[in-house]
Each structure stands twice: as C-alpha cells, then as structure tokens.
C-alpha cells in the first residue's frame, strides 16, 4: 500500500511554545488529508479535513487557531500546535486519501506523532 | 451524522478460537467500511474494507468481514486467532461519496492467550 510517513514521531516541548508535526505521502499524491488524536486507549477523533490549497475543515469542538493546519502541496500536510499546554498532550496521528471527489479511495495512516507538553 | 459502535470492548481469547467483534453503523446511504488494526506501539493498519461487491470481505491474516446491510453491521471474524492477534481493533464507516472523513468506533482490544 502507499506510504505515509509523520514527523517527527516523538516530541516533548515547553508549555506555551508551538509545535509542527509534518505529515507527507511518499508514493502518491494526497488531494485530503485528515489529523486524528487519540486519547490513552480510546478511538481515533478527527480534528480537521483538509484540502490542497484550500483552508481546513475543522470539527466541532476543535479550535482552529491553536491547531493550525496547512496543506500547501499535494504531497504534505502540517499540524502546528500553538502555545501547548498539558492539556495538548496526545497521539496526534494523519491520514492521507489519493483520487478526487466521486472515487472511493483508501485512506493511509502516518504512524502517528506522541506529543508531550511539560 | 453517522456513528459507528463496536460493543465488545475488550475481548479475551485462547489461542485457535474463533473470533468475531461486532461493528454497527448508524446511516441510511451508501457507505464504504473499513476494518484497521493497531498494534501495541504501532500505527492503524488496514486489516480489510469494503466497496461495494460481494458482502463477504477477505482480509490480510486471515480475517474476514461480512457487510449484512439489512443490520447495518460489518462483523470481524477470523476462524482461529494466533498470540500475535493481541492487538487494538477499529472499525470505521466513510459516506460513499468522494473525500469523506473516516468515522471510527470506540476500538476493541484483542487480548489472545497462548
């Protein structure tokens, strides 16, 4: 299958800076891509949707200005936690799809990025 | 909004016995599902999905999916699990149409003993 690959997969920064996960597809071109965080032992929650070129898609509850996602090209996406705290600590974890609207299409997951705030 | 449930939540098995974990979906269109496994320290793993076609899905390890419309449901299975089955199971139904969001249940562990 096509490959996903998230950077970095591990990461402890201080409370109040700002962190970026990158989030890139190596064999295919990703016209959606998705950022999940997973809770100790709980499902995936989707936070945003994203599009190449266009703004994201984010979910109810999930407040943009402090997860800013960008998805400049068809080949990367980026997470950037802003001003972490505690709280922010988590499994953030991406996915990509190939294909455009109308085509049903696997989706890929990166292997995931464990942020720890101190 | 669709939902899916997985009831099992954690699930103890011998090894060589039989396996099925529920999954449940709530949508009244078309949809694709999906069956992914985590590893303990690993990422989502595709296990099996289904389209469209024949009902029963085949998977990668032998495990298998039956797509029952009528229940709304798309049941796991796998004849006779191994000690390296041990894992987290996640279920996830996507609208059939285009880039749409996975929706994932709340997992299952598989806990199998040798």
Known sequence: GAVVSQHPSRVICKSGTSVKIECRSLDFQATTMFWYRQFPKQSLMLMATSNEGSKATYEQGVEKDKFLINHASLTLSTLTVTSAHPEDSSFYICSAREGGRLMNTEAFFGQGTRLTVV | ?114
């Open chain 2, 1 to 114: 909004a669709q939902s899916v449930s997985q009831h099992n939540h954690h699930v103890i098995l011998s090894e060589a016995a039989s396996l099925e974990l529920g999954c449940n979906y709530s949508y009244g269109g078309t949809v694709n599902l999906f069956w992914y496994v985590q590893y303990p320290g690993q990422h989502l793993q595709l296990l099996l999905k289904y389209f469209s076609g024949d009902p029963l899905v085949k998977g990668i390890k032998g495990f298998e999916a039956e797509f029952i419309k009528s229940k709304f449901s798309f049941n796991l299975r796998k004849p006779s699990v191994q000690w390296s089955d041990t894992a987290e199971y996640f279920c996830a139904v996507q609208l059939n149409f285009g880039n749409e969001k996975l929706t994932f249940g709340t997992g299952t562990r598989l806990t199998i003993i040798p």
